[in-house]
């Protein structure tokens, strides 16, 4: 800054001794009442125009000292305006640390490690609210849901009729089931895979594997796995069905296939009495969803189903809604039948009304001795 002042004085001072030369010589050569001038009288002139170029140099360096002064005046205000504003933009930057500090001195009462991790919440926090589990907390969840997989139910509802597990079973036939009835019954009889009973081939699934079925074969593979999922969340062993063995449980399926003689005579109501774990049903009214049926039409046909409800007019039974494997549904789903009644309609169904067969089966603790 010194050496700018310094410069520009010493402009100014050949500029104004230039124009005092200059107007000394103007009066010189254009002096009209003395023709020549003396050296006295020039030195005169340049000394008092010294005087006057010095005074109008320093008037000048105070001038320009003043506008420096103003100048750099000028630059601390718009230096201090400048940090100022970078200052407000620090704050800024930093408000999340500053929230942070109040959320700390709120919770002051908590311990340093609650605090601690309140920070790494806040700052690694997901975008969307999901509620986190803790790894060792999730493996004791998992571990109660592993265990508690096959037991839906207390200890007093765990041992009921068998309706409810029949139910669950159903469910978990989904996707192609088709139906097939033929008479090869060393190799094929209407279950979806080969059920095994005491380490020994019970019945056998169809060799190719395209998982068919028919109306006796699938009710019973429905009826066998909820048994056993039964009798497992009992915990007594899966293939305790009131002590049979597997040639009187071989029985069972003959009549259950109504293969021992006239429907009558065999039929599942007389499988499930006749080995001590279940019983007929014999009012339509009474029949609950998940009870196995069996009915007979009258175009010399019969099926046999898993019960779920009643079609009515009015208070009056018309028909009833079934789960099973049938040819009119190509495999395993839900279907519709009428009785041999007439309906409002004016039709009537060929499901021959009292040749219907329900069977419940009994809770464990209700089995009968059977000789």
């Not at 100014?12 to 009288?41: K, R």
């Not at 190799?187 to 059920?195: A, H, M, P, S």
């Not at 095994?196 to 998982?211: C, D, M, V």
Request: glycine share 6%; with cysteine; net charge negative.
């Amino acid at each position: 800054m010194k050496n700018r002042i310094s410069l520009l004085t010493k402009i100014v001072a050949v500029i104004l001794l230039g124009s005092v030369s200059l107007w000394t010589f103007f009066l010189i050569n254009n002096n009209n009442d003395d023709e020549s001038v003396t050296m006295e009288s020039f030195e005169n002139i340049k000394s008092d125009t010294s005087d006057k170029t010095e005074i109008l140099i320093a008037s000048q360096e105070v001038d320009v000292k003043e506008e420096i002064d103003a100048k750099e005046e000028i630059d601390e205000i718009d230096e201090k305006e400048i940090d100022e504003e970078e200052m407000e933009i620090d704050e800024q930057k930093y408000e999340p640390e500053q929230e942070t500090s109040v959320v700390e001195r709120e919770t002051s009462n908590e311990t340093k490690e609650q605090t601690a991790k309140k920070k790494i919440v806040k700052k690694q926090a997901p975008p969307t609210e999901v509620e986190q589990v803790a790894p060792e907390e999730q493996s004791k969840e998992e571990t109660v849901n592993e265990e508690n997989a096959d037991k839906p139910f207390t200890k007093v509802e765990v041992d009921q009729q068998l309706n409810t597990y029949v139910l669950r079973e159903i469910e978990k036939y989904n996707g192609s089931y088709p139906y097939l009835l033929n008479e090869d019954y060393d190799n094929y009889n209407g279950v979806t895979e080969t059920i095994y009973f005491n380490n020994q081939k019970l019945l056998r699934a169809h060799p190719s594997g395209n998982r068919a079925s028919h109306c006796s074969g699938i009710t019973f593979e429905v009826f066998f796995n909820a048994m056993q999922a039964r009798n497992k969340a009992l915990g007594i062993p899966i293939e305790d069905f009131n002590g049979m063995n597997r040639d009187q449980l071989f029985d069972f399926i003959l009549h259950w296939y109504a293969a021992q003689g006239p429907k009558s005579q065999s039929n599942i109501v007389v499988a499930v009495e006749k080995y001590g774990v279940g019983l007929g049903v014999n009012r339509l009214e009474d029949a609950r969803t998940g009870d196995f049926i069996d009915f007979s039409r009258e175009n010399n046909t019969g099926h046999t189903a898993v019960f779920m409800d009643w079609v009515r007019e009015g208070n009056k039974i018309v028909g009833f809604r079934y789960w099973s494997s049938q040819g009119t549904t190509n495999g395993i789903s839900y279907n519709t039948e009428y009785f041999n009644v007439t309906r409002a309609n004016g039709r009537r169904g060929i499901v021959i009304k009292d040749q219907l067969y329900i069977a419940r089966i009994h809770p464990v603790s209700k089995y009968r001795p059977f000789n």
